[in-house]
């Protein structure tokens, strides 16, 4: 800093404490450009640059450009004209809060001006004729309170706006400036806006007869009442299209002036009848001010209208079928249509009939003079069209062209011709299937057709006869199968199933026809004989539960005719439980064991076999054994089958203190269990203590019997119980207390009147108890 001036160093120390005073209360409206400070607070008008040598520099390097838009335009008066302004940087980018000032010579008023921002101040009208705003951050939509969303307009970042309205006629010239753009050739426009109390109409595109002529009328009247306006200029230009001239100068560019009821009219014509559209370029121009007789009009509006030049124009079509066979009847359909966009008058169609057909009808009626076959049609209107049905036959093989021509009264004139190939189909059927077949065993035929010919053969139908014992599902007989068509060495086979219902030698024959007479025929005979089957399955009569019951089925064909498709079910009861099958038998839902034999020959027999165990006590169970074969066979076989129960026990004793000693106490519980399939009857159980014990007491489901003692030692029984069912137990105690030391043995025996053998053999059951001396008493 020594080598700064002091009035200079003065004046940026004033500066920046003047910005640091004023920036403290927050309201700045001059934006700052480091290092560049502007002054705080309103906006100063002749101040929008820093002070100092900033003032001469390019403080804001980053905008380079300013762009105004509309730069020229025409507005009636009292209406309102928005003008909108963008700052660019050197990238094309727009430039956020930059100011933009507005100042307006001429006619009208500035009436508004883009107020964005938070602060007051940011941007506002100084006074009519002088503004100043600062471009926007954010885009907005500035709408004009009417409710009419199409006049609204949008404002994008570094984009501000002004608005300017003149109450009367003139110009208006609104300079705008961007005072932060250094380069004075880039920072203003000059925008120019002439008021006029004037609106206009001009003509609406037209269409019109090629040939003729068409005025144009522009209409204009004032804006402010709706009155004519009269000495108004308005310039007509042909642009483009077919040659034509303007009256009655006939040059390509005129003036007309708007009359009393303010139209300005010019005829347009055609130097030659031809098609096209004119494009006619359109100006009005006010009239020079009164004050300046000799000023020069100004160019108010622009806008363009189209002639479009339009006549009739006449097509014709004519179509037939691709391919016809000879013998039959050709139809051609010939369609006259006004391609153009005006009517035509009346017309005459001719055709000649070409040799290899003979023309039969029509419609409507032809005249007909020899081969001349005429009609006259009436007027066309524009797009529409006259169709004629004319019908001829094929005499011939070969092709065959038919020509057919228009002709207008206006001297328009069309042609089209049509080409059909007359062909001569043929039609070949063959039938086949197999020679041998079985009562109740759908039978399949096929049946073949072609056509050998050179050309198609239509509505090609089979007719499918064959005799009482054969059966079709329809129930009809014959059966109709329609092909349709069939073109040239084409084949095309159809199947056919037929179901016999008695044994014997049944023919099957088809008719085959088409169209233009086509026939042939075949037959297929098939000897039919009736199948037999049988089955049979054994198996045991009585089984135990628990045990295992084998049952074997043997399935036989006892005919001349091989079987197919044989299956064999076997339906096993609940009672049973599937254990496995042979030849790979599969059990399925439902308890059913199923083999899939396939075919048995004539005289042949197949062998299965299936394994189950028996579950439940039945006195009669049933297994089903069913065979089934193709055409409705089927034989069932069965087998019966008693499951018995068996009583089964289980006995159990145990002790509850081993060892003891002499004077102690134990007891034995017994526990008797019926483990088999049928509850025991008289059930008894005897206990015997051993001589070196002493009964105390005993227990169980009946009251014991105490029997005198034996040489083994003291009895016990315990009467029979009634009934013990399957899986239930019997629960016995026996308390004693031990005399003499020793391996001492208690014994348990059960008989049973379920098991007579028990009566002398019984069930016996021991339990070891050791007993041991008592201490010595060594203290004595």
Not at 81 to 100: M, N, Q
Not at 335 to 357: I, Y
Not at 390 to 407: D, E, H, Q
Request: proline share 8%; hydrophobic share 35%; charged share 20%.
């Amino acid at each position: 800093m020594g080598g700064m001036r002091p009035h200079l160093l003065f004046q940026l120390l004033l500066t920046v404490s003047l910005a640091a005073f004023t920036g403290c209360f927050g309201v700045t409206q001059n934006p700052s450009y480091f290092p560049h400070l502007l002054p705080s607070g309103d906006i100063i008008r002749t101040h929008a640059k820093p002070p100092g040598i900033s003032y001469f520099s390019n403080f804001d390097p980053h905008a380079v450009k300013l762009e105004v838009r509309p730069l020229e335009g025409t507005n009636p008066v009292q209406t309102l004209h928005v003008v909108i302004a963008t700052v660019y940087d050197e990238c094309g980018k727009p430039r956020r809060a930059r100011r933009v000032e507005w100042m307006l010579e001429g006619v009208g008023n500035i009436v508004e001006v883009d107020e964005s921002g938070f602060f007051p101040g940011r941007g506002y009208k100084v006074d009519n004729r002088y503004a100043v705003s600062y471009t926007d951050y954010k885009e907005h939509t500035i709408t004009r309170g009417n409710n009419n969303p199409n006049d609204d307009f949008v404002i994008r970042p570094g984009q501000s706006w002004c608005v300017i309205s003149s109450a009367v006629e003139g110009d208006s010239h609104l300079t705008v400036y961007a005072p932060e753009i250094a380069n004075w050739d880039n920072n203003r426009v000059v925008v120019s806006k002439h008021w006029v109390d004037a609106e206009w109409i001009m003509p609406a595109p037209a269409a019109v007869r090629a040939g003729t002529q068409h005025t144009l009328i522009t209409q204009v009247f004032r804006h402010t009442d709706r009155q004519p306006l009269t000495n108004y200029r308005v310039r007509y230009r042909i642009l483009d299209g077919p040659p034509a001239f303007l009256l009655p100068s006939q040059t390509q560019e005129a003036v007309a002036v708007s009359d009393l009821s303010g139209n300005a009219a010019m005829t347009l014509g055609q130097v030659t009848q031809t098609y096209g559209i004119n494009r006619i370029g359109i100006e009005i121009v006010r009239p020079p001010d009164p004050c300046s007789p000799s000023g020069a009009g100004i160019i108010i509006g622009r806008g363009e209208t189209t002639v479009e030049w339009i006549a009739p124009a006449i097509g014709l079509n004519i179509t037939g079928p691709p391919s016809v066979a000879v013998g039959q009847e050709v139809p051609f359909t010939i369609m006259a249509t006004n391609t153009g966009k005006v009517d035509t008058q009346s017309m005459t169609v001719r055709s000649t009939v070409p040799e290899g057909l003979q023309y039969l009808r029509s419609d409507p009626p032809a005249v007909v003079d020899g081969a001349q076959l005429a009609w006259t049609l009436g007027a066309l209107g524009a797009g529409q069209s006259h169709n004629i049905q004319a019908v001829y036959r094929a005499s011939r093989v070969g092709p065959v062209t038919n020509c057919a021509n228009v002709t207008t009264a206006e001297g328009l004139r069309a042609e089209n011709c049509a080409t059909t190939q007359i062909t001569a189909p043929q039609l070949k059927v063959m039938k086949t299937g197999p020679t041998n077949g079985t009562v109740g065993v759908p039978i399949t035929y096929q049946i073949t057709v072609t056509n050998p010919g050179n050309g198609p053969a239509s509505n090609v139908v089979l007719s499918d006869e064959f005799d009482a014992g054969l059966e079709h599902e329809s129930r009809a007989n014959p059966v109709e199968l329609k092909i349709g068509t069939l073109g040239p060495n084409e084949t095309r086979t159809v199947t056919l199933a037929l179901t016999p219902r008695q044994a014997g030698r049944l023919v099957n024959r088809v008719a085959a026809s088409a169209d233009g007479g086509l026939k042939d025929q075949a037959e297929h005979p098939v000897t039919v004989q009736v199948a037999r089957m049988s089955i049979n399955m054994s198996g045991p009569a009585l089984r135990y539960v628990k045990k295992e019951a084998v049952y074997d089925i043997k399935v036989a064909n006892q005919g001349d005719v091989p079987l197919t498709n044989v299956i064999v079910r076997e339906q096993l009861p609940m009672e049973l439980g599937f254990v496995r099958a042979s030849d790979g038998g599969q059990l399925t839902e439902g308890q059913v064991v199923i083999w899939n034999v396939g075919t048995l020959e004539p005289r042949q027999e197949k062998g299965l076999q299936v394994t189950a165990t028996c579950q439940r006590i039945v006195p009669k169970a049933i297994c089903l054994a069913t065979a089934t074969a193709d055409g409705g066979l089927q034989v069932q076989a069965e087998s019966a089958i008693e499951i018995l129960g068996i009583p089964a026990f289980r006995l159990e004793v145990v002790d509850t203190d081993d060892p003891i000693m002499v004077g102690g106490k134990t007891s034995y519980k017994i526990a008797v269990t019926n483990t088999g399939t049928l509850a025991g009857k008289g059930v008894e159980i005897t206990a015997i203590v051993p001589k070196q014990m002493k009964l105390l007491n005993a227990t169980g489901p009946t009251k014991p019997v105490i029997e005198q003692p034996g040489a083994d030692g003291q009895r016990i029984k315990f009467p029979a119980v009634d009934s013990l069912e399957p899986q239930q137990t019997a629960n016995y105690s026996v308390d004693v207390e031990a005399l003499q030391a020793g391996d001492l043995r208690f014994k348990v025996e059960l008989r049973s009147e379920s098991n007579p053998q028990t009566k002398t053999d019984p069930i016996i059951e021991e339990e070891s108890t050791i007993v041991y001396p008592p201490k010595p008493n060594n203290g004595g």
